[in-house]
């Protein structure tokens, strides 16, 4: 059973250019969550998706940043017209349940470079 | 809002020796998670505490939950190098600040 798998791994971007991150959750998992980390910070929270469902976006930056996870395939975190501030760590964790009742399980992450 | 504060947020510990790490969160939950996160790894799940008073323990490391004084522990014994890493409690969807340790010979 594979853990979470995030790619690209690694990402560099200009500024300007779009970045798509992609999140296949555990085999059977159907909650998902972004997080971004900032280089010796810690984790801050971004979006909680269940399938084709955006559960709480409380953490989303309001423009630029989007998310989505359709009924197959994995799950898209969408940041338009990147800027240098947008560099950091992207994390993706998913759930059998929803976190308020289980663990979840982290992805490899996604490390966004803008230049 | 829920807040989740740990500290201390950096401890440098002797080998040999024990410390204490504090998770305190702001809002009513009867749930508290620790990962471990070595630099430029993901996350590693530690422990699921579910109930008040649960105690769980895994070789060097044991955590607590008290519910009602919305406060973790987790709880290092003999400190050893391997345990060098950051570590996070999380409550709901929040995450604390984490706190980075660092075992000294």
């Known amino acids: 059973n594979a853990g979470v798998m995030q790619n690209p791994r690694h990402l560099v971007r200009r500024r300007g250019q779009e970045a798509r991150l992609r999140c296949s959750p555990m085999?059977?998992?159907?909650?998902v969550y972004w997080y971004r980390q900032l280089p010796e910070e810690g984790l801050k929270f971004m979006v909680y998706?269940?399938?084709?469902?955006?559960?709480?976006e409380s953490g989303m930056p309001k423009e630029r940043f989007s998310a989505e996870f359709p009924k197959e395939g994995p799950s898209i975190l969408r940041i338009q017209q990147v800027v240098r501030g947008d560099s950091a760590a992207y994390f993706c964790?998913?759930?059998?349940?929803?976190?308020?009742?289980?663990?979840?399980?982290f992805g490899q992450g996604t490390r966004l470079t803008v230049v | 809002e829920l807040k989740v504060e740990q500290n201390p947020l950096f401890l440098s510990m002797q080998e040999g020796k024990n410390y204490t790490i504090y998770c305190n969160y702001s809002?009513?939950?009867?749930?508290l998670y620790w990962y471990r996160q070595d630099p430029g790894k993901s996350l590693e799940s530690l422990f699921v505490?579910?109930?008040?008073?649960a105690v769980k323990q895994e070789g060097r490391l044991m955590a607590s939950l008290d519910t009602k004084a919305r406060l973790s522990t987790l709880h290092i014994t003999a400190a050893v190098h391997d345990l060098s890493a950051t570590y996070f409690c999380?409550?709901?969807?929040?995450f604390g600040t984490g706190t980075r340790l660092q075992v000294t010979l």
């Open positions: 964790a998913s759930s059998l349940r929803t976190i308020m009742n289980t663990e979840a399980f």
């Open positions: 085999k059977g998992h159907s909650h």
């Open positions: 998706l269940q399938k084709e469902n955006i559960i709480d």
């Open positions: 809002t009513t939950s009867d749930r």
């Open positions: 505490l579910l109930s008040n008073g």
């Open positions: 999380a409550s709901k969807l929040t």
